[in-house]
């Protein structure tokens, strides 16, 4: 009886550390909305908006470093976007969407920790949330294209257990 017991406390500590991290990157979507319309110093934004996070380390480096790099790869973040929206005016696209692709190709591309179905499930549930109510099925849409594109191109750098799927399991018979 003890194993179940110590089963839904993993359980449960993963599911706490999976919302603490959907809250963080509210937080960052946030933070590079407010950083988008004021252009003021990122430094004072992300002390705006993460000023409550500061009892919690783990959760305020992880949205510093996923601002910093957004903000410092927003050219290569937007060019990888447009290809994909060569069809669209890339200013026409709705702001919060813009800024979800950002953060989750960064995700993709620069946090090799994090698995990439949960960047894109994330990014996802946080357009579902706070953008248009296409804007889930864009995201997702894009996203998927820019995974397939990173994995063929061998720029998804993703390490750890878990964390990519190998050519061989992708490739081996049902």
Not at 41 to 66: C, H, Y
Request: hydrophobic share 40%; net charge positive.
């Amino acid at each position: 009886m003890v194993a179940p017991r110590f089963e839904n406390n993993k359980a449960e500590r993963h599911r706490e550390m999976s919302q603490k991290r959907r809250i963080v990157r509210e937080r960052v979507l946030q933070a590079l909305y407010a950083y988008e319309l004021s252009r003021e110093p990122i430094e004072f934004v992300v002390q705006q908006i993460l000023s409550d996070l500061n009892g919690q380390p783990t959760m305020t480096d992880f949205a510093k470093r996923l601002i910093m790099k957004v903000v410092g790869t927003s050219d290569e973040l937007d060019a990888i976007i447009r290809e994909r929206v060569a069809n669209w005016e890339f200013n026409r696209l709705a702001i919060l969407d813009r800024i979800i692709l950002r953060m989750a190709i960064c995700e993709l591309l620069y946090f090799e920790d994090i698995p990439p179905k949960v960047s894109i499930n994330e990014a996802i549930e946080i357009a579902r949330r706070f953008s248009t109510e296409k804007s889930d099925k864009f995201v997702n849409g894009v996203l998927d294209s820019v995974l397939e594109d990173l994995r063929e191109g061998g720029r998804l750098k993703k390490t750890g257990r878990g964390l990519l799927e190998t050519s061989a399991k992708k490739n081996s018979p049902a």
